[in-house]
């Protein structure tokens, strides 16, 4: 008894031993893995306009937005600056992915040097090259391209013109915008922020009606900040 007893913790112990060591390997190999990191919101603000409840409402809707798609347990931020916090000092460190799990920026200084990837569809969607997709994989439409992120392009506040910190829906302030159909390779006309992801110019406004005037919609990007 005293022996099969001693053999049975043995051959108990190896089998834990050996899931365990299963699960760490799963656990190291997931981890390299590419995930959903990086979307633009598939809707916009509507009559919220520029009032988003500061970043924490804004970053709880990219979260609400993630967790609709299975990955809302990631730490989802908001690209948006403020006065006291620029947008490229809250989205961690990247590498970022879409949805399609393609690279969109390999870290915080490529992505601000050379901009989001500007990813080839080929002949599948010949005509979506180089746009940006949200949550869902769906092309933002060039009629909602401006995308809103009060900030410069080196990804720092670009000063009144936040919205009042994403707190205004007034006709009386406005936001800086980027925009999603991202520049053409080689294209120069019109100045090297004419196609910038994250500043090309500002609304008209913080209404519903002052970010959609110059083709917007309030929406925003999303990133993945662990």
Not at 139 to 159: C, Q
Not at 188 to 214: K, M, V, Y
Request: hydrophobic fraction near 35%; charged fraction near 25%.
């Amino acid at each position: 008894m005293c022996y099969k007893s001693r053999m049975k913790s043995i051959l108990v112990g190896f089998a834990c031993l050996t899931l365990a060591m299963i699960a760490g390997c799963s656990s190291d190999g997931d981890s390299s893995e590419p995930s959903l990191s990086f979307f633009v919101t598939s809707i916009g603000t509507g009559d919220k306009g520029g009032s988003l409840g500061g970043l924490a409402g804004a970053d709880e809707a990219c979260r609400t937005l993630a967790a609709a798609v299975g990955a809302g347990d990631r730490v989802w931020r908001a690209y948006l600056s403020t006065s006291s916090e620029d947008a490229r000092d809250r989205i961690g460190t990247g590498p970022w992915y879409n949805v399609r799990l393609q690279e969109v920026a390999p870290d915080v200084e490529t992505l601000h040097a050379e901009g989001i990837a500007r990813i080839e569809w080929g002949a599948e969607d010949p005509d979506e090259e180089g746009l940006v997709i949200d949550e869902n994989g769906d092309y933002v439409p060039l009629v909602d391209h401006d995308i809103i992120t009060g900030s410069t392009m080196e990804g720092t506040v670009f000063e009144g013109r936040t919205c009042l910190n994403w707190t205004s829906a007034s006709e009386e302030d406005v936001a800086q915008i980027g925009h999603s159909d991202l520049t053409p390779p080689g294209l120069t006309i019109g100045g090297p922020d004419r196609f910038s992801w994250n500043s090309a110019h500002e609304t008209t406004g913080c209404t519903e009606q002052g970010l959609a005037e110059r083709q917007g919609a309030g929406r925003f990007y999303c990133f993945a900040a662990d």
